[in-house]
């Protein structure tokens, strides 16, 4: 600046200063001065997605959603997934183990037993009982504990896994850290017995953050004999001795017993959907999951990240195990119940994995790699068929004859990750990878009905590359075309390897499933109005199933284990929602959404006899409905919210052969369509949150699936409409 410059600046400011004393003498002291109020309003959004990085990990040009269930109406109280996954196209919702307990959803046309096509995590820990032998989650969470949902469909598979359905994450909450201590009680109450309290602490003290929850419901249940008894603990340590390095301890637990109704005949449920075919029936899946993890910035442009995780535990059941049609009464010459089979699997499944997350430039472009390597060492023990009591409580002790089946499926496994991402423009970027996996399973044991000379196929062996390829392309600010390729693949499981009886075979030559998903979609904001929508293909191959074959060693046709062919599901997923202020303190939105599956088989046949096989080609696969829908609409007022959820299953078959004519067991036939309507209402003032749910308004009696084996052969029964009133309290 100038002489010049600098004279004109001083000038002008005594200038300005000179006006302003000789309109008001200087104060002594400052004086007050009155603001006008500013009002700063924000819409809660409950439904985001991850960001292109995201720790060690790579998520862009995959389809990912992220539910913050802080800003949900949703009964998380039971765990209501059509309500908590409304806004996720294509949630298959399977109701099987009574309201609360766990979640058993699916994407895509999978099977939604437990989320076994899912790889599911907690705080990124996986939770899978054991993922070779059975993937089912029997972990489960008090939903009053997490944060937000993260959900990845299958194409981000080759860094966390390779399941079909995708990556299921729940996020604990964070404690507060601006506290050294700080309190949340969330308590409700509802129809049936309904009775939940979750209790959680947390803060920081100095370099150490801590959270810690204990959680207790129980319920009658909709039907008789469904009472559910659930308790859960869960305590979390992070010490950061830097802002580049956090260490992290965590133990999780869940139980519940659950006692099951039983399966009902459609004649049953046609007369009475809320009564009860067993009384002396209970289920209880005990688990724990500790872990240690660590995450380390390196450099600004370098991080690593390890853990090291087990689940260990035990999925307990003693069961009057018949089909529907078979009654479970005293016999009048004993004058006892006949005796109940006692199975127990006990899980020790170990798992370590290292990430490394590398951003670069290269050739002037921005890049980045996420590469990792994990490795699992399992070993489930199966004790089944033992021969229990036959009393009417819960009581897994066995005779002296021992367990039926007394078999242990160890498996190791090691697979490495590689995924680069490359910025090709300012608009494009283009990530392809790749996962190895090699691995084995080896089964050891006895069954007492099976003959030593009978071989069983004791040794399953993996090994192969598995391919991907993910873009993104920026159309817009706010508008982005994704899309990918990624090879998947499902693990043949301890029940497709063991007979169930002597006339029972398991080919030797058992496959794992492989295939592929595939997808395009385009998502986006304009103004008041999201979207994303997305078309779809996967390929499944190597399906399981049921053949009929003459064994010439007993005479006799057998039911024989083996691949039986390939399906295919085409599908589309859309998601738009609306939003706008109605005025100074009213806001309106609605959304759909809304999917559409075309899933068939390709070939092959399966068994329709003890002596016939016929084609299932071009037949749908069962317990996909062609349409899932759901459409809601949502009312705030300060802090006052009200939503109103429509939920439409279309019709699903229950077996390949696509019967619709229901057998006299309730176990095969047409599952109907239903349509649900529920009442969110949640009303938030400062530290208060008070929530009161209208679940199945109508008092639709409808039922999800019929399942052929756990918990038993028949109709399962939905809940019809129940109210659930929650407080919730953080000091």
Same mark, same amino acid.
């Given at each position: ?25 200087? %104060? ?29 990990? =790579?998520?862009?040009?995959? #389809? ?32 099987? @183990? ?23 995590? !907690?705080?990124?820990?996986? $939770? ?31 860094? +966390? ?7 299921? *994450? &729940?996020?604990?909450?964070? %404690? ?43 319920? @009658? ?16 340590? #992070? ?25 009902? $005949? ?6 009475? %959907? ?8 209970? &289920? ?9 993890? !660590? ?75 996420? !590469?990792?390597?994990? +490795?699992?060492? *399992? ?33 190791? *496994? ?35 009905? +099976? ?13 192969? %590359? ?6 993104? &392309? ?30 029972? #075979?398991?080919? #030797?030559?058992?496959? @794992? ?12 904001? /304009? ?7 997305? /078309? ?33 599901? &085409? ?8 939003? !706008? ?14 999917? +559409? ?57 229950? @077996? ?8 006299? $067991?309730? /176990?095969?036939? =047409? ?61």
């Amino acid at each position: 600046m100038t002489y010049f410059n600098k004279s004109i600046l001083l000038l002008c400011l005594w200038g300005i200063n000179h006006a302003i004393q000789a309109q008001s003498p200087l %104060p002594d002291t400052l004086q007050p001065i009155r603001l006008k109020e500013v009002s700063v309003r924000t819409q809660r959004q409950n439904l985001e997605r991850l960001p292109a990085i995201q720790n060690t990990y =790579l998520w862009s040009g995959k #389809k990912s959603e992220v539910i913050q269930l802080e800003n949900t109406d949703a009964n998380i109280a039971e765990k209501t997934p059509r309500q908590i996954f409304a806004k996720i196209p294509g949630v298959f919702v399977y109701d099987m @183990d009574g309201s609360g307990n766990q979640v058993n959803i699916s994407t895509r046309g999978l099977d939604p037993h437990r989320g076994w096509e899912f790889n599911i995590r !907690a705080n990124g820990i996986m $939770t899978n009982s054991d993922i070779y032998g059975y993937p089912a989650s029997h972990f489960t969470l008090p939903m009053e504990a997490i944060g937000r949902i993260e959900l990845v469909r299958g194409t981000g598979a080759l860094q +966390y896994g390779a399941q079909f359905g995708g990556m299921l *994450n &729940y996020v604990l909450k964070n %404690p507060d850290t601006t506290r050294a201590i700080s309190l949340e009680s969330v308590n409700s109450v509802g129809s049936y017995g309904l009775l939940s309290t979750y209790q959680a602490v947390g803060g920081k003290l100095g370099k150490l953050q801590y959270y810690a929850y204990y959680s207790k419901r129980v319920s @009658d249940g909709y039907r008789s004999n469904s009472r559910s008894d659930f308790d859960g603990q869960g305590i979390s340590l #992070k010490y950061m001795p830097n802002n580049r390095l956090s260490l992290k301890a965590e133990l999780l637990r869940s139980i519940y017993v659950y006692q099951l109704p039983g399966p009902l $005949t459609d004649a049953q449920f046609e007369a009475d %959907p809320r009564q009860s075919t067993r009384a002396r029936n209970f &289920y209880s899946p005990e688990i724990y999951v500790p872990s240690i993890s !660590a995450s380390w910035q390196i450099a600004p442009r370098t991080r690593l990240s390890w853990t090291a995780s087990a689940i260990l535990g035990e999925r307990r059941s003693v069961m009057f195990d018949r089909t529907a049609n078979v009654v479970d009464a005293i016999n009048p010459q004993t004058l006892t119940y006949a005796g109940r089979q006692v199975d127990i699997d006990g899980f020790n499944s170990y798992n370590t994995e290292l990430r490394l997350l590398q951003e670069y430039r290269l050739w002037g472009k921005e890049a980045t790699l996420a !590469a990792g390597v994990q +490795y699992m060492n *399992n070993d489930l023990h199966r004790r089944q068929q033992g021969k229990g009591s036959s009393g009417t409580d819960y009581d897994l002790s066995i005779d002296a004859s021992g367990w039926g089946r007394n078999l242990h499926l160890r498996s190791k *496994n090691i697979a490495v990750s590689v995924e680069n991402k490359w910025q090709i423009s300012r608009h494009l970027s283009l990530s392809p990878g790749i996962r190895v996996e090699y691995g084995h399973s080896d089964l050891t044991g006895t069954t007492a009905y +099976y003959d030593d000379d009978r071989e069983l196929p004791n040794t399953i062996k993996r090994s192969f %590359p598995l391919l991907g390829l993910n873009g993104e &392309y920026l159309l817009a600010e706010r508008q982005t075309l994704y899309g990918g390729f990624s090879q998947a693949y499902r693990p043949v499981i301890f029940k497709d390897i063991i007979p169930g009886t002597v006339y029972e #075979k398991v080919s #030797k030559d058992l496959k @794992d499933a492989q295939g592929f998903n595939a997808e395009l979609g385009w998502r986006g904001q /304009a103004g008041k109005l999201r979207w994303d929508a997305s /078309a779809f293909v996967l390929q499944y191959n190597n399906r399981l199933g049921n053949l009929a074959q003459y064994d010439s060693d007993i005479d006799t046709f057998v039911l024989y284990r083996t691949n039986i062919g390939h399906s295919r599901t &085409y599908g589309i997923e859309l998601f738009v929602e609306y939003g !706008a202020p109605l005025g100074d303190e009213w806001y309106a939105s609605i959304f759909t959404s809304t999917s +559409y599956f075309h899933a068939r088989y390709l070939g092959d046949s399966i068994r329709i006899n003890s002596r016939e096989n016929q084609s299932i080609r071009d037949k749908k696969v069962e317990a996909v409905p062609d349409w899932i829908s759901r459409n809601g609409l949502n009312l705030r007022y300060k802090g006052l919210s009200v939503s109103l959820l429509y939920s439409y299953t279309a019709q699903t078959f229950s @077996d390949p052969l696509n019967t619709v004519e229901a057998s006299s $067991t309730g /176990a095969i036939g =047409l599952v109907p369509a239903y349509g649900l309507l529920d009442i969110n209402t949640t009303y938030r003032i400062r530290n208060f949150t008070l929530r009161f749910n209208i679940n199945n308004l109508t008092n639709r009696q409808y039922f999800t699936k019929r399942p052929t084996f756990y918990p038993g052969p028949g109709i399962w029964p939905s809940d019809g409409r129940s109210v659930v009133f929650t407080v919730g309290v953080r000091i």
